[in-house]
């Protein structure tokens, strides 16, 4: 039995969420497990608590009333940075516990705390105050645009590169900037690969098949990652021999003698160089053209169900592919091989793009947040409602009249989240159907005092282009 991720029963492996549900339940109902983990761990502390399944800390606490021995557990945590649905939020505290407030804020500058704090302010009222006794001020803007005008982020970067004279606002080097989106779709698509995830994100996709997409290590993509795109990015003969040798069983098996070894080199030289032809040439349905090209002339060794796929009648035809995996790679052999390249980067975190979930805990120099609900957000999340600009669901009244949590709380949690993961320099773009109620909007709930509009830009940028 493995972990991962994801589960893949069929493969003895299992995901997150199964852990969460089964390691409580043990400790609740095996009273041995549980004093043999309070011996084994007398200490245990809970970083971000407010995320925790609520199930785990249950079973913690649990695991704290029953146990003999002395132990010791603490949560960590603001419940106002509580961005997950299974997160508990606010930890129940036992009547002995001790609670213990943190108002200083070691990371962010002057102007950024103040935005955090303005955030927070309609939440729960807490307020944080600077934890060094040398601040720096730094730098804190809003951006309201339009969501039909193309590259206005662009000029938004150029816009702070000039106004705080730092060019780290326009590098996509790590390190540079981070811009912080709610979905990776939205990433796919400024890093250019939208088809390539759209391929691998059908309705309802196999679960171990999207999530290796997400890290990287999905196997139709694999061959790209480990030959194709090396061969290519490579001009030394040793590096590529290497890969080949590695990975193709037209070098890696058994080469007989000289005759054989030469002919196999010979097919190999040829067949790298239409490699890097089909790749260079690139284009709509240029990822099936080079990997049906690329297993048929043995450059590649692709796992039993890529083969299957590409060699109906081959050595693995005994290999069963659901429908859906059908979809996808008949979506994935459709796009093109210059999608690699911002999908590798987005996953090898080499991009300035993160998703706003996926920065939890992190912090940057600089941040962009991009708030674009006509991109399609995640159905739990309005910027429209909680800005003013939509009207509350049903739902949601509901739940504000019964004191639960509603789609404006949790967006504003999610905002808080990534507005305070700025250490320097801030910056909130808000794209809008209608930019002057949304203008109105950030005034009058007390986000900013003047948001920056697209005039603004090119009246600012026009003498330095």
Not at 67 to 84: E, K, R, S, W
Not at 211 to 227: C, H, K, Q, R, S
Not at 281 to 310: C, K, M, N, W
Request: hydrophobic share 40%; aromatic share 6%; glycine share 8%.
């Amino acid at each position: 039995m493995t972990y991962g991720v994801g589960p893949d029963y069929g493969r003895g492996q299992i995901g997150h969420a199964d852990v969460l549900k089964m390691v409580p339940d043990m400790l609740i109902e095996h009273p041995l497990l549980a004093k043999v983990v309070a011996a084994r761990f007398p200490v245990i502390f809970v970083d971000e608590s407010q995320d925790t399944d609520g199930r785990v800390v249950r079973g913690l606490i649990h695991l704290y009333r029953t146990v003999n021995t002395n132990f010791c557990l603490g949560f960590f945590g603001d419940p106002m940075q509580q961005i997950y649905p299974a997160g508990i939020g606010r930890v129940p505290a036992e009547p002995e516990w001790v609670p213990i407030s943190k108002p200083q804020n070691f990371r962010s500058s002057r102007r950024v705390l103040e935005v955090v704090n303005r955030v927070r302010a309609d939440a729960d009222g807490d307020q944080q105050i600077p934890g060094r006794a040398e601040t720096p001020d730094g730098h804190a803007y809003f951006f309201v645009l339009p969501n039909d005008v193309d590259d206005t982020m662009g000029l938004v970067r150029r816009w702070l590169a000039l106004r705080t004279s730092n060019d780290e606002w326009t590098s996509d080097a790590p390190g540079g900037v981070k811009i912080l989106v709610a979905m990776h779709k939205l990433a796919a698509r400024r890093l250019g690969f939208a088809n390539l995830h759209a391929a691998f994100h059908p309705r309802k996709p196999p679960a171990a098949l999207a999530n290796a997409y997400l890290e990287g290590t999905a196997w139709p993509i694999a061959p790209f990652a480990d030959v194709i795109l090396p061969l290519c990015a490579t001009s030394d003969h040793g590096a590529a021999l290497r890969v080949l040798r590695k990975h193709s069983s037209l070098l890696r098996d058994s080469l007989g003698g000289a005759g054989v070894a030469r002919t196999r080199l010979t097919a190999a030289r040829a067949a790298l160089a239409e490699l890097r032809r089909l790749v260079a040439d690139a284009g709509p349905g240029s990822i099936g053209r080079t990997l049906r090209f690329a297993h048929r002339e043995g450059l590649i060794d692709p796992v039993p169900q890529l083969a299957r796929y590409l060699d109906p009648d081959g050595p693995h035809s005994d290999q069963v592919l659901s429908d859906k995996t059908r979809e996808i790679l008949d979506a994935f052999m459709a796009c093109d091989v210059r999608e690699l390249d911002g999908y590798f980067r987005y996953v090898g975190r080499q991009s300035p793009y993160s998703t706003q979930h996926g920065t939890k805990g992190s912090e940057f120099p600089r941040v962009i947040v991009i708030l674009d609900d006509s991109e399609g957000a995640l159905p739990t999340y309005s910027n429209d409602r909680l800005l003013g600009l939509a009207e509350l669901s049903d739902k949601d009244r509901e739940n504000e009249a019964n004191g639960g949590d509603t789609t404006v709380d949790r967006t504003r949690r999610l905002l808080y989240v990534c507005v305070s993961r700025a250490q320097e320099e801030l910056a909130v773009v808000v794209y809008a159907d209608d930019v002057e109620s949304a203008v109105l909007s950030l005034k009058a709930n007390n986000l900013t005092d003047g948001p920056l509009t697209l005039s603004d830009l090119r009246r600012d940028l026009s003498p330095h282009t």
